[in-house]
């Protein structure tokens, strides 16, 4: 069983990476915590107690994907460590990564065990000393005269490019680089500073940040390089980022209501908290990256390339003070493209993310009234602390009663929306499943020695017996991704969506550094907590949800399917594999339909104009994404900006002249399950702004925002009517005597 799991949460989209740590002066030792025993102790920790254990850094052959280039573990450490210091590849040169690799590959294995950190420590200062060159050169570049006339481009995502090859290449690329940061500024539309002054300031920022670290930010940076060289989801946490995890898990923080991760140097928004200010807000989305920062009415602060800590600190605030975020959209085509959100601070609380439902009182293809119900699960929640006690929460106490009210209303079937959750409790992913297939395994694991084990839910029989269709996206990872794998392994229901779901089927553990440490007393509680990756998911059928994820019966266009979202985009990710599958009473609720379910929405999906816009954006983006140039000619960027200008106002034009009705829906949650009657679903208007000073397409943008529908969830709600028709018909023929 894998009840030992239990207290395991599992938050895939959440990610703390430290970005340009670095020593505060030539002297490195000034910190507070020796971080030679610290680094030890969490490569003993990798070593012995990673899933792929026994892998050493002294590996030479470590595990990898076919599509990963064949490297020692120390080399792939010190190219992850390079990475995270010089994501843009442009302030090291070919020369000097080449150098470090040379000398330090071979000794690395040693080295770290025996806390030997010289390796990181040159590294760094290498790297502090091209940052102060290049901040000086970027100064006169940025002061210079530039008439953004030329045919020039520059490449938008420099990640995987090679270093330049020696500082002359540097200073050309850099050259195209500030320019495009210049003439960015000039069409930002809501514009802080001339772009000079911008752009100078940046990088000033940037190198003061350098500069501004300690000996423990260098060390901790190179510990999650060297934790993230096993799996992404392995990683090295300071005192200060465990603090930031436990506000995240027990969403009681008074501020927005996001989750943030560095980016090319932006903070970047992986996900938008439900039921938090910024959701609430309805501006705000994921991989949106934010630009500036300003209290209330002060001045932005901009915070390109600035220390993701600080940018947390300037978005968090008292209760009910206001933020202001210059946010670059993350569907915008163009980087100079901006918006203004000011978001009331407020507490999040986990109430405002649990399980909520509609019943939908809608028409099916033969005008018939039908009743269908919503269930909205956005994380799978539980109060861990009181596991066992009758009156403690979880995901599926609630949705029990919020399902038995939408029975009690009449509905005829069930769309169960996972889209954006990110996972949660494992207990409750058996447990929810058990509501839906009854008794029988929910889910396989497999430890480091190869030992397999079954979880199985403890209901005796299934609580809901009608059709159902589970909608997920490319953000519903871990948890959600157990559940939706064993309602489609059982035949229980239709999987449709995103082409896959995220694709995280590891299981991770929290361990104290210190408690590792027994001659550390004094700084034990200093050495931070190494979140450890120890476990993989099988379905049941025996296939991984790892890398793979959930793949959908059925595939609606949505803006969130892209390879760029998901265990596939990050770095060293474990492979797929398969055990042997479990023996399970399967339902005949969706085979029989499939074919005809993805026939007649794939007509239905053909004739929407609102998926014609999602496909051509996506096609878009893929193109740009394909090219990844930039134009350094103003001229031509006016015109890419003024074309999407012209595309927007064309599509709110279409949509004025053809509203997409909203069927009548009636809100099934935990605070109106047992009223006599149900209360309609209505629009949330949003609270009246006082419009911003140089801030003019606000209440536009929050207007788009409002009033632009949602073609997946109308898709899958037909979907679901289309289901049910046949499930009645074929219950029906079975039913009737023959003659």
């Avoid at 082409?499 to 050495?527: C, I, N």
């Avoid at 979907?719 to 079975?734: G, M, V």
């Amino acid at each position: 069983m894998i009840r030992s799991l239990l207290k395991i949460l599992a938050a895939p989209l959440i990610c703390w990476v430290c970005v340009g740590a670095s020593p505060a002066s030539d002297t490195t030792n000034s910190a507070s915590t020796d971080m030679a025993p610290v680094a030890a102790t969490v490569a003993r920790m990798l070593e012995q107690g990673h899933y792929l254990h026994p892998l050493s850094l002294s590996e030479k052959n470590p595990p990898r994907l076919e599509s990963e280039p064949s490297q020692t573990m120390s080399e792939r450490v010190l190219k992850n460590y390079f990475q995270m210091l010089d994501y843009t590849h442009l302030y090291f040169t070919k020369g000097d990564v080449d150098e470090f690799m040379g000398r330090f590959s071979p000794t690395l294995a040693a080295d770290i065990p025996h806390g030997d950190l010289t390796a990181p420590r040159e590294i760094f200062t290498r790297f502090r000393q091209r940052v102060e060159e290049r901040v000086a050169k970027n100064k006169s570049t940025a002061a210079a005269t530039h008439d953004f006339s030329s045919d020039k481009t520059v490449q938008i995502d420099r990640k995987k490019a090679p270093w330049p090859s020696d500082l002359d290449e540097a200073d050309k690329l850099w050259a195209d680089r500030i320019e495009a940061e210049l003439l960015q500024e000039s069409l930002n539309e809501h514009p802080l500073n001339p772009p000079e002054k911008v752009v100078t300031k940046r990088y000033e920022q940037f190198r003061k940040s350098v500069n501004e670290q300690s000996d423990e930010d260098v060390i901790k940076t190179f510990l999650v390089a060297l934790s993230q060289s096993y799996d992404p989801h392995s990683e090295y946490m300071s005192p200060s980022d465990m603090e930031n995890f436990n506000i995240q898990m027990r969403l009681s923080l008074v501020g927005i209501g996001a989750v943030l991760r560095t980016d090319d140097g932006y903070a970047k928004i992986m996900e938008v908290v439900p039921g938090g200010p910024a959701d609430k807000d309805g501006r705000l989305k994921a991989n949106d990256r934010i630009a500036a920062v300003a209290q209330g009415k002060q001045p932005f602060d901009d915070v390109v390339d600035m220390k993701l800590d600080k940018v947390v600190e300037k978005i968090r605030g008292s209760k009910g003070s206001q933020v202001r975020l210059q946010v670059i959209p993350a569907n915008a085509t163009d980087p100079s493209k901006r918006i203004v959100i000011e978001i009331t601070r407020e507490e999040v609380k986990l109430k405002e993310s649990e399980a909520k439902g509609e019943v939908i009182d809608s028409k099916n293809a033969e005008e018939k009234r039908v009743k269908l119900g919503w269930l909205t699960v956005p994380s799978f929640y539980a109060e861990m602390d009181r596991h066992g006690e009758a009156d403690a929460k979880s995901t599926t106490k609630d949705v029990r009663r919020i399902v038995e009210r939408m029975k009690k209303e009449g509905i005829e079937g069930l769309v169960i929306d996972l889209r954006r959750d990110g996972g949660g409790s494992l207990e409750e992913a058996i447990n929810l499943t058990g509501l839906f297939v009854g008794p029988g395994p929910v889910v396989q694991a497999k430890d480091s020695n190869g030992k397999v084990s079954v979880a199985k839910d403890s209901e005796s029989t299934p609580f809901y017996t009608g059709p159902i269709v589970v909608l997920i996206n490319r953000l519903s990872a871990s948890a959600s991704e157990i559940f939706a794998a064993a309602l489609q392994d059982y035949g229980r229901a239709v999987v449709v969506g995103d082409e896959r779901s995220f694709g995280k089927g590891t299981v991770q553990t929290l361990l104290d550094v210190g408690k590792f440490m027994p001659l550390f007393h004094e700084q034990g509680s200093k050495a931070g907590s190494l979140k450890l990756t120890i476990q993989k998911f099988y379905r049941v059928s025996g296939g991984s949800t790892q890398h793979r994820g959930v793949l959908s019966d059925i595939v609606i266009p949505s803006p969130t399917d892209t390879s760029e979202i998901g265990e596939s985009a990050l770095p060293n990710p474990l492979a797929y594999d398969e055990v042997d599958p479990q023996a399970v009473k399967k339902f005949s609720y969706t085979s029989p339909f499939i074919d005809t379910l993805k026939h007649r929405s794939e007509e239905r999906v053909s004739k929407d104009p609102e998926f014609g816009y999602i496909n051509a954006d996506m096609k878009r983006f893929r193109e740009r994404l394909d090219l990844n140039q930039l134009s350094l000619n103003q001229a031509v960027r006016k015109g890419e900006l003024a074309l999407d200008k012209s595309r927007k106002e064309e599509r709110k034009a279409m949509r004025k002249l053809n509203p997409v009705p909203e069927p009548i829906a009636y809100e099934v949650t935990l605070d109106t399950l047992d009223q006599k009657i149900l209360p309609k679903v209505t629009v949330k208007k949003k609270p009246a702004k006082e419009k911003l000073a140089k801030d003019p397409d606000a209440e536009e943008e929050e207007a788009d925002a409002a009033g632009t529908p949602d073609p997946v969830r109308h898709e899958a709600i037909n979907i679901l009517q289309d289901l049910t028709t046949e499930f009645n018909s074929l219950r029906t023929a079975k039913t009737t005597p023959s003659t």
